[in-house]
């Protein structure tokens, strides 16, 4: 389980009470942490304190329903013998902002934008040049 003093440290970087109620069990060794960056074939997480590196692994990929981590997910990560982080199980997110990807054809793919965000201010030129849908 998470320690208080985690849990105060997690919450400097938007872990919320409701979002307690979702985490699942995990073994000692685990860290919750929360994706800050994702790339093709690694993700940063931050676990309050400092960022760290790590792997999704190809278990979690084949798992997860939309494909992928987004920026914001919270996520449990192992470190292994060779000092790697790994990340193993990803928190059902309690919100997520997607965009529908069209691909010319009639295949239609939600891509996932960001998870657990509370506020979005959405930032639009005035010069007219901006696509209402």
């Keep these: 389980m998470i320690e208080l003093i985690d ?6 970087i938007g872990l919320a009470p409701h979002l307690l109620s979702l985490l699942p069990p995990v073994h000692a060794e685990d860290r919750l942490m929360r994706v800050v960056e994702v790339q093709r074939d690694s993700v ?4 309050g304190r ?3 590196r790590a792997r999704v692994l190809p ?6 329903a939309d494909g992928a981590l987004a920026v914001g997910d919270w996520v449990y990560a192992r470190c292994n ?8 199980v990803r928190v059902p997110p309690a919100s997520q902002i997607a965009r529908r990807l069209h691909d010319g054809r009639d295949k239609v ?13 959405i930032v639009s030129g ?3 040049d901006f696509n209402p849908r």
Aim: aromatic fraction near 4%; charged fraction near 25%.
């Design 81 to 88: 013998a060779l000092r790697e982080w790994w990340v193993h």
């Design 126 to 128: 005035l010069d007219g």
């Design 44 to 47: 940063m997480l931050h676990e």
């Design 50 to 52: 400092q960022a760290l």
């Design 7 to 12: 849990i105060e440290r997690l919450r400097a």
């Design 59 to 64: 278990a979690l990929h084949a798992e997860l």
């Design 109 to 121: 793919t939600r891509v996932v934008l960001v998870s657990n965000v509370d506020t979005v201010l």
